[in-house]
């Protein structure tokens, strides 16, 4: 037995079996995959890594698992899923996601069948449960990956502490203890405050800190950096999840021209400037906005960069990350029926209608492009339809 001092949770525990897992080297990159890419250009106690994440998200996956009394080999399979959920992922985390045309999941399930971790695991388990667990399918993976999983109460945490912002804090005890499993897991009505709060939190964080201004900036000029990356492959796109962020960095200040510029500006803070923004909620129909093409986001930051005299790659049209709100479908326990969460709170039905308050379209452009960017009329580019 070993225990891990977590700066969220205090001492983690880890069984011998859990310690194979964590000492392998596709679970020691994620000590070099920073959890928030980005953001610690803008909060700078951000530098926290996927690997405390994991191990955080694998204590509240104990202390659940234990409260809805699964026995110790079922305790063992949610664990080792929650050390491994995030496996996958790829640098800087979700960043590079939107690049690469797989999710941090089914690159989780390809880096568990292809490396030593399936070997490890077929000792005790199935591979083929493993990753239906981690996929968040069936009673127990919803656990990991559902409506009110261990995975978001975990990062919702950790994000909070290393941010700074309070947002973030929510009550674990009480959504843990009024959780039971079934079908599939269910809250206790006695619960729904906390899951109430826990949306809140969310909501909250997502301007604050997931979809601050500055940090989508910075992503969109990394992402289009990494692009150029693997389209001249330097780095291999279907390995994507054998890099960290050490890796990418090194390869793009290694290169010339586009690349070289922009990982230059990151490193020294001299970012692109927003020059127009549309908010989501005053559009009549803010799903118009998710469903552009990328033949269309490239037409459009041609003919801007026509009009400003710049080269298209320096025109980045950010499209804002899809405000889903599936928790209002968690199942509640109520006077011995279920119903859903968003069927006994009005807050729910409210945060629903409110989640694209925060949400807008982006244009990035060099500051030296900037006094001539903002004469400009740009719906006239986003020719959005209502």
């Not at 928030?36 to 698992?65: D, K």
């Not at 912002?165 to 809250?187: C, H, P, S, W």
């Not at 970012?271 to 549309?278: A, D």
């Not at 729910?348 to 308050?357: H, T």
Request: a negative charge; aromatic letters at 8%.
């Amino acid at each position: 037995m070993k225990f891990i001092r977590d700066s969220v949770h205090g001492d983690l525990q880890l069984g011998e079996f859990e310690v194979s897992l964590a000492d392998t080297p596709e679970i020691q990159r994620l000590r070099r995959i920073k959890q928030l890419g980005f953001t610690y250009l803008v909060y700078p106690g951000a530098n926290h890594s996927r690997f405390e994440h994991s191990i955080g998200t694998m204590y509240l996956a104990s202390r659940l698992s234990r409260n809805l009394q699964l026995d110790e080999h079922t305790q063992t399979l949610v664990r080792s899923c929650a050390l491994l959920h995030d496996a996958g992922h790829g640098p800087f985390s979700h960043v590079s996601e939107g690049v690469i045309n797989s999710s941090h999941e089914e690159l989780t399930s390809k880096l568990i069948k292809e490396s030593q971790l399936g070997d490890i695991l077929s000792e005790k388990f199935s591979i083929k449960e493993i990753i239906k667990v981690i996929s968040g399918k069936g009673p127990l993976g919803q656990i990991i990956s559902g409506e009110l999983d261990v995975d978001r109460m975990d990062y919702l945490l950790r994000d909070s502490h290393y941010t700074g912002v309070a947002y973030g804090v929510i009550d674990v005890e009480r959504l843990i203890f009024n959780m039971k499993l079934d079908d599939g897991l269910i809250l206790q009505s006695k619960g729904v405050q906390a899951a109430e709060s826990m949306l809140l939190a969310r909501y909250f964080m997502y301007p604050s800190v997931y979809q601050h201004h500055t940090t989508r900036i910075v992503n969109s000029m990394f992402r289009r950096c990494l692009k150029k990356l693997l389209e001249k492959k330097v780095i291999n796109a279907s390995e994507i999840y054998k890099y960290d962020d050490t890796d990418v960095i090194s390869a793009a200040r290694s290169q010339k021209g586009y690349i070289k510029d922009i990982i230059t500006r990151i490193d020294t803070r001299k970012l692109y400037k927003r020059v127009y923004s549309l908010k989501l909620d005053e559009t009549t129909n803010p799903e118009s906005v998710f469903q552009m093409s990328l033949e269309k986001i490239n037409k459009i930051e041609e003919e801007i960069a026509n009009e400003v005299g710049a080269h298209p790659d320096c025109i980045l049209v950010d499209i804002p990350e899809y405000p889903a709100f599936h928790e209002m479908t968690t199942p509640i326990s109520l006077n011995g029926d279920t119903v859903k969460l968003g069927e006994v709170s009005n807050l729910v039905m409210a945060l629903k209608d409110a989640r694209f308050n925060h949400a807008d379209l982006s244009i990035y452009l060099p500051e030296e492009y900037a006094e001539h960017a903002f004469k400009l009329n740009f719906p006239d580019f986003l020719d959005i339809t209502d």
